[in-house]
Protein backbone atom coordinates (compact mmCIF):
# COMPACT_ATOMS: atom_id res chain seq x y z
CA UNK A 1 0.00 0.00 0.00
CA UNK A 2 3.24 2.39 0.02
CA UNK A 3 2.92 5.42 -2.24
CA UNK A 4 -1.16 4.44 -2.72
CA UNK A 5 -3.18 7.35 -2.96
CA UNK A 6 -6.46 6.85 -0.40
CA UNK A 7 -9.28 8.78 0.81
CA UNK A 8 -10.62 9.12 4.61
CA UNK A 9 -14.26 7.43 4.93
CA UNK A 10 -14.65 8.50 8.56
CA UNK A 11 -15.86 11.86 9.69
CA UNK A 12 -12.52 12.54 11.09
CA UNK A 13 -9.23 10.65 12.30
CA UNK A 14 -6.25 11.49 14.03
CA UNK A 15 -2.43 12.00 12.67
CA UNK A 16 0.14 10.35 15.62
CA UNK A 17 3.67 11.78 16.32
CA UNK A 18 4.51 7.96 16.39
CA UNK A 19 2.94 4.75 15.23
CA UNK A 20 1.68 3.80 19.09
CA UNK A 21 -1.43 4.86 21.43
CA UNK A 22 -0.94 7.89 23.66
CA UNK A 23 1.38 10.01 22.03
CA UNK A 24 0.40 13.86 20.55
CA UNK A 25 -1.49 14.28 17.36
CA UNK A 26 0.35 16.18 15.01
CA UNK A 27 -2.82 16.92 12.90
CA UNK A 28 -6.30 16.00 12.05
CA UNK A 29 -7.68 14.77 9.03
CA UNK A 30 -11.65 15.37 8.05
CA UNK A 31 -13.76 13.44 5.74
CA UNK A 32 -13.22 12.92 2.20
CA UNK A 33 -9.42 14.34 2.22
CA UNK A 34 -6.90 12.01 0.60
CA UNK A 35 -3.46 11.10 1.43
CA UNK A 36 -0.85 9.23 0.43
CA UNK A 37 0.86 6.54 1.93
CA UNK A 38 4.45 6.85 3.06
CA UNK A 39 4.73 3.84 5.31
CA UNK A 40 3.18 0.79 6.79
CA UNK A 41 4.20 -0.84 10.16
CA UNK A 42 1.77 -3.21 11.74
CA UNK A 43 -1.18 -1.66 10.40
CA UNK A 44 -0.23 1.95 11.49
CA UNK A 45 0.12 4.12 8.00
CA UNK A 46 2.49 6.95 8.01
CA UNK A 47 0.32 9.33 5.37
CA UNK A 48 0.42 13.10 4.21
CA UNK A 49 -2.20 14.79 4.01
CA UNK A 50 -2.56 16.35 0.60
CA UNK A 51 -4.37 19.22 2.01
CA UNK A 52 -1.99 20.88 3.84
CA UNK A 53 1.26 18.33 3.40
CA UNK A 54 0.80 17.86 6.55
CA UNK A 55 2.41 14.29 7.69
CA UNK A 56 1.42 11.48 11.02
CA UNK A 57 0.50 8.17 11.77
CA UNK A 58 -3.13 7.17 11.03
CA UNK A 59 -4.45 4.68 13.80
CA UNK A 60 -4.97 0.64 12.34
CA UNK A 61 -8.75 0.48 11.75
CA UNK A 62 -9.17 3.98 10.70
CA UNK A 63 -11.79 3.87 7.84
CA UNK A 64 -10.27 5.12 3.93
CA UNK A 65 -11.16 4.07 0.68
CA UNK A 66 -10.07 4.62 -3.08
CA UNK A 67 -9.59 8.27 -3.85
CA UNK A 68 -12.46 9.86 -5.82
CA UNK A 69 -13.27 13.55 -6.36
CA UNK A 70 -15.61 15.36 -4.39
CA UNK A 71 -18.45 17.18 -5.42
CA UNK A 72 -19.38 19.02 -2.26
CA UNK A 73 -17.52 20.73 0.67
CA UNK A 74 -20.11 21.18 4.28
CA UNK A 75 -20.11 24.85 5.02
CA UNK A 76 -22.05 24.22 8.09
CA UNK A 77 -19.82 24.17 10.88
CA UNK A 78 -21.49 21.04 12.13
CA UNK A 79 -23.78 18.72 10.13
CA UNK A 80 -25.34 15.61 10.68
CA UNK A 81 -25.69 12.57 8.73
CA UNK A 82 -29.23 11.62 8.75
CA UNK A 83 -30.59 7.89 7.58
CA UNK A 84 -34.16 9.70 6.01
CA UNK A 85 -34.34 13.14 4.58
CA UNK A 86 -36.07 14.55 7.48
CA UNK A 87 -35.10 16.18 10.54
CA UNK A 88 -37.22 13.59 12.67
CA UNK A 89 -34.78 10.91 11.20
CA UNK A 90 -32.31 10.51 14.59
CA UNK A 91 -29.01 11.59 12.95
CA UNK A 92 -26.17 8.67 11.97
CA UNK A 93 -22.60 10.80 12.73
CA UNK A 94 -21.58 14.67 12.58
CA UNK A 95 -19.27 16.44 10.16
CA UNK A 96 -17.02 18.77 10.57
CA UNK A 97 -17.01 22.41 8.32
CA UNK A 98 -15.25 21.85 4.97
CA UNK A 99 -15.68 17.68 4.91
CA UNK A 100 -15.77 16.42 1.53
CA UNK A 101 -18.79 14.63 0.12
CA UNK A 102 -20.22 13.38 -3.00
CA UNK A 103 -23.80 13.79 -4.46
CA UNK A 104 -25.29 11.35 -5.53
CA UNK A 105 -28.61 13.03 -7.13
CA UNK A 106 -30.86 12.35 -4.98
CA UNK A 107 -32.87 15.40 -3.85
CA UNK A 108 -36.25 15.47 -1.56
CA UNK A 109 -37.30 17.87 0.68
CA UNK A 110 -34.60 19.83 0.55
CA UNK A 111 -31.93 17.13 1.88
CA UNK A 112 -29.34 15.82 -0.63
CA UNK A 113 -27.99 11.94 -1.29
CA UNK A 114 -24.87 11.40 -0.49
CA UNK A 115 -24.82 7.47 -0.87
CA UNK A 116 -25.32 4.79 1.25
CA UNK A 117 -28.85 5.72 2.08
CA UNK A 118 -27.66 8.56 3.88
CA UNK A 119 -28.42 12.22 3.73
CA UNK A 120 -27.58 15.84 4.60
CA UNK A 121 -29.36 18.80 4.31
CA UNK A 122 -28.87 21.10 1.14
CA UNK A 123 -28.39 24.33 2.87
CA UNK A 124 -25.22 22.50 4.29
CA UNK A 125 -22.94 21.76 2.00
CA UNK A 126 -21.72 23.69 -1.13
CA UNK A 127 -19.62 22.57 -4.50
CA UNK A 128 -16.20 22.54 -3.83
CA UNK A 129 -16.01 25.08 -6.98
CA UNK A 130 -17.68 27.82 -5.29
CA UNK A 131 -15.97 30.98 -4.54
CA UNK A 132 -13.48 31.43 -1.44
CA UNK A 133 -15.01 32.85 1.63
CA UNK A 134 -13.87 36.99 1.48
CA UNK A 135 -13.27 37.09 5.19
CA UNK A 136 -10.89 34.68 7.13
CA UNK A 137 -12.10 36.40 10.50
CA UNK A 138 -15.64 35.77 9.83
CA UNK A 139 -14.83 32.10 9.51
CA UNK A 140 -13.04 31.77 12.27
CA UNK A 141 -15.76 33.42 14.71
CA UNK A 142 -17.81 30.86 13.78
CA UNK A 143 -15.56 28.25 15.44
CA UNK A 144 -16.04 30.57 19.02
CA UNK A 145 -16.10 28.59 22.28
CA UNK A 146 -15.03 25.16 19.69
CA UNK A 147 -12.81 23.17 22.83
CA UNK A 148 -9.20 23.53 22.02
CA UNK A 149 -7.63 20.31 20.89
CA UNK A 150 -3.76 20.21 20.46
CA UNK A 151 -3.46 19.21 16.13
CA UNK A 152 -7.02 19.52 15.84
CA UNK A 153 -8.22 21.52 13.14
CA UNK A 154 -12.45 20.78 12.76
CA UNK A 155 -15.46 21.99 14.68
CA UNK A 156 -15.14 18.96 17.21
CA UNK A 157 -11.67 20.16 18.64
CA UNK A 158 -9.12 22.71 17.23
CA UNK A 159 -5.69 24.57 18.37
CA UNK A 160 -4.10 28.00 17.50
CA UNK A 161 -2.52 27.04 14.28
CA UNK A 162 -5.50 24.84 12.93
CA UNK A 163 -7.72 27.67 13.59
CA UNK A 164 -5.95 29.88 11.37
CA UNK A 165 -5.20 27.28 8.76
CA UNK A 166 -8.41 26.56 8.24
CA UNK A 167 -10.33 29.78 8.42
CA UNK A 168 -7.48 30.96 5.83
CA UNK A 169 -8.07 27.98 3.68
CA UNK A 170 -11.86 28.56 3.36
CA UNK A 171 -10.27 31.80 2.21
CA UNK A 172 -8.45 30.28 -0.77
CA UNK A 173 -5.41 30.36 1.38
CA UNK A 174 -3.77 27.11 2.39
CA UNK A 175 -0.99 27.16 4.87
CA UNK A 176 0.91 24.64 7.13
CA UNK A 177 -0.64 23.06 10.63
CA UNK A 178 2.55 24.92 12.81
CA UNK A 179 2.50 28.23 13.79
CA UNK A 180 6.21 28.67 13.60
CA UNK A 181 5.96 27.54 9.54
CA UNK A 182 2.98 29.49 9.20
CA UNK A 183 5.11 32.22 10.82
CA UNK A 184 7.71 31.60 8.16
CA UNK A 185 4.99 31.71 4.91
CA UNK A 186 4.70 34.46 2.70
CA UNK A 187 1.06 32.79 1.45
CA UNK A 188 -0.42 34.59 4.31
CA UNK A 189 0.55 37.91 3.58
CA UNK A 190 3.65 40.52 4.14
CA UNK A 191 5.47 40.50 7.56
CA UNK A 192 4.67 43.67 8.56
CA UNK A 193 6.50 43.30 12.07
CA UNK A 194 9.23 40.93 13.77
CA UNK A 195 7.82 42.07 17.42
CA UNK A 196 4.64 44.02 17.00
CA UNK A 197 5.62 47.15 18.12
CA UNK A 198 4.25 50.34 16.68
CA UNK A 199 1.87 48.33 14.63
CA UNK A 200 -1.43 49.77 13.44
CA UNK A 201 -3.29 46.38 13.71
CA UNK A 202 -6.04 45.88 11.50
CA UNK A 203 -8.97 42.63 11.00
CA UNK A 204 -7.11 40.24 9.93
CA UNK A 205 -3.56 40.84 10.71
CA UNK A 206 -2.17 37.43 11.88
CA UNK A 207 -0.32 37.73 14.86
CA UNK A 208 2.29 35.81 16.10
CA UNK A 209 3.95 34.66 19.87
CA UNK A 210 6.30 31.97 21.30
CA UNK A 211 4.37 28.80 20.05
CA UNK A 212 1.26 30.11 19.32
CA UNK A 213 -0.98 32.20 16.75
CA UNK A 214 -3.86 33.98 16.20
CA UNK A 215 -5.91 36.62 14.14
CA UNK A 216 -7.06 40.30 15.04
CA UNK A 217 -10.51 40.40 15.31
CA UNK A 218 -10.17 44.03 15.01
CA UNK A 219 -7.54 47.23 15.98
CA UNK A 220 -7.27 45.53 19.75
CA UNK A 221 -9.10 42.44 20.30
CA UNK A 222 -7.26 38.62 18.88
CA UNK A 223 -9.10 36.10 17.99
CA UNK A 224 -7.26 32.55 19.31
CA UNK A 225 -8.07 28.84 19.95
CA UNK A 226 -5.70 28.77 23.19
CA UNK A 227 -5.02 26.42 26.24
CA UNK A 228 -6.12 29.60 28.63
CA UNK A 229 -9.32 29.27 28.56
CA UNK A 230 -8.92 25.62 26.62
CA UNK A 231 -11.48 26.80 24.12
CA UNK A 232 -11.55 29.94 21.14
CA UNK A 233 -12.11 32.95 22.67
CA UNK A 234 -11.54 36.89 22.06
CA UNK A 235 -9.04 38.25 24.41
CA UNK A 236 -7.56 41.95 24.28
CA UNK A 237 -4.07 41.62 22.42
CA UNK A 238 -2.61 42.88 25.23
CA UNK A 239 -3.04 40.31 27.81
CA UNK A 240 -2.64 37.73 25.12
CA UNK A 241 1.35 39.44 24.55
CA UNK A 242 1.45 40.02 28.40
CA UNK A 243 1.43 36.12 29.02
CA UNK A 244 2.92 34.89 26.02
CA UNK A 245 5.70 37.54 27.24
CA UNK A 246 6.57 38.96 23.20
CA UNK A 247 5.31 38.79 19.80
CA UNK A 248 7.50 37.29 17.43
CA UNK A 249 5.90 38.66 14.11
CA UNK A 250 2.77 40.10 12.23
CA UNK A 251 1.20 39.38 8.63
CA UNK A 252 -1.07 41.08 6.98
CA UNK A 253 -2.81 38.72 4.40
CA UNK A 254 -3.17 39.87 0.92
CA UNK A 255 -5.33 42.44 0.50
CA UNK A 256 -5.74 43.78 4.22
CA UNK A 257 -9.07 43.40 5.24
CA UNK A 258 -10.67 46.65 6.04
Known sequence: MTNALRQLT???????????DGVPQTSEMILGESFRVLENWNGWLRVENRFDGQDGWLPPGTPHGDAATPTHRVRALRADL????????????PLSFGSLVTLDGREEN?????????WLFGKWVEPVDAPPAPDPVATALRFLETPYVWGGRSA???????????????????????????REDDRLGARISDDGRDVAY?????VFFPGHVGLMLDETRLLHATVFTMSVTIEPLAE????????TGVRRPHPPLA
Open 110 to 118: GWVGVGDGL
Open 156 to 182: FGIDCSGLVLTAMAASGVVSHHSSGKQ
Open 202 to 206: RRGDV
Open 82 to 93: HPAPTHKAPPLA
Open 10 to 20: APHAVLLEEPR
Open 240 to 247: VAARAERI
